[in-house]
């Protein structure tokens, strides 16, 4: 089991840039696949971004390419995601969440096993 704690979102205007973190409790956290989705008021949670257990492979949302990079630090049990070119669009609960599965483009919140309680992520235009 994992439990899971995101920190580092806030209030930025447009065009800035953020870094979530997403820090993992456990021993095991090298097992999981970690991703990013996000939550904006009357929608639909949405898959943002994915990485694998070595780190060596992602995978990202069309909405998002180009703008986020995911990456995982198995040493510090921590997973990053780090936002440039913010859009307003962008705003959203940030959730990150691990998945005992072993594919990359897992991009279904249903196959992931664990989650964080999310950080509020706010693009002013």
């Known amino acids: 089991q994992v439990q899971l704690v995101e920190s580092g979102g806030g209030l930025v205007q447009a065009g800035g840039s953020l870094r979530l973190s997403c820090a993992a409790s456990g021993r095991t956290f090298s097992i999981y696949g970690m991703g990013w989705f996000r939550q904006a008021p009357g929608k639909e949670r949405e898959f943002v971004a994915t990485?694998?257990?070595?780190?060596?492979?992602?995978y990202y949302a069309d909405s998002v390419k180009g703008r986020f990079t995911i990456s995982r630090d198995n040493a510090k049990n921590t997973v990053y995601l780090q936002m440039n070119s913010l859009k307003p669009e962008d705003t959203a609960v940030y959730y990150c969440a691990a998945t005992y599965y072993s594919g990359l483009a897992i991009t279904t919140p249903d196959l992931y096993n664990y989650w964080g309680q999310g950080t509020q992520v706010t693009v002013s235009s």
């Open positions: 990485i694998s257990r070595s780190g060596g492979g992602t």
